[in-house]
C-alpha cells in the first residue's frame, strides 16, 4: 500500500460502518498514554493463520487481516477501511496476540525523521474520503 501497489485480492473497503468504535472493541481503548498503543507508522501483515481463519473472524478482523496480505501501517489500515484509528490500534493488537498478524514497529529514531513524517503526512492524504475525493487541507 505504502508504494502504490493495492493489495491482491478485492478491496474490503465498502461503506463507512453504522458500528460505533465501543462496540467493535468492547469498550477497550488504545492507550497512548502508557505508550503501549501502536504507533500509526507501524507496520502489520497477515499471518499465515491469519489468513486461514478469514472465515472464523468477526467482520473488522476480517476486514483487517484480509487487508495485511501486503504489509501496510496502521494510519493506512484505518484510512482504507474508513475505521477510527483506535479501533484498528485495540484489533490489530488483539490479532497480534491471536497469531493472525505479525507487528513490526519501527525505530524510534526513524519516527522522529521529519521526511519519514513528511511521506506519512502525504500517504494520508493521498487516500480518497467518503466522498472518493483525495483529502487536501493543511
Do not use: K, W
Not at 91 to 110: C, I, N, S, T, W
Amino acid at each position: 500500500m505504502a508504494d502504490g501497489i493495492p493489495p491482491p485480492g478485492p478491496d474490503p473497503v465498502g461503506p463507512a460502518p453504522a458500528v460505533r468504535p465501543y462496540l467493535v472493541t468492547a469498550g477497550r481503548v488504545a492507550d497512548a498514554a502508557s505508550g503501549r498503543a501502536l504507533p500509526v507508522e507501524t507496520q502489520v501483515v497477515a499471518t499465515a493463520d491469519g489468513l486461514d481463519a478469514l472465515g472464523r473472524l468477526s467482520f473488522e478482523q476480517h476486514d483487517i487481516v484480509a487487508a495485511c496480505r501486503l504489509p501496510q501501517s496502521i494510519a493506512e489500515l484505518a484510512a482504507r477501511l474508513r475505521l477510527h484509528l483506535n479501533v484498528v490500534r485495540v484489533l490489530a493488537e488483539d490479532l497480534r496476540e491471536e497469531g493472525r498478524l505479525a507487528v513490526y514497529v519501527p525505530d524510534a529514531e526513524a519516527t522522529h525523521d521529519a521526511s519519514v513524517l513528511r511521506r506519512v503526512i502525504d500517504g494520508l492524504r493521498a487516500v480518497p474520503d467518503s466522498r472518493g475525493v483525495p483529502s487536501d487541507t493543511d
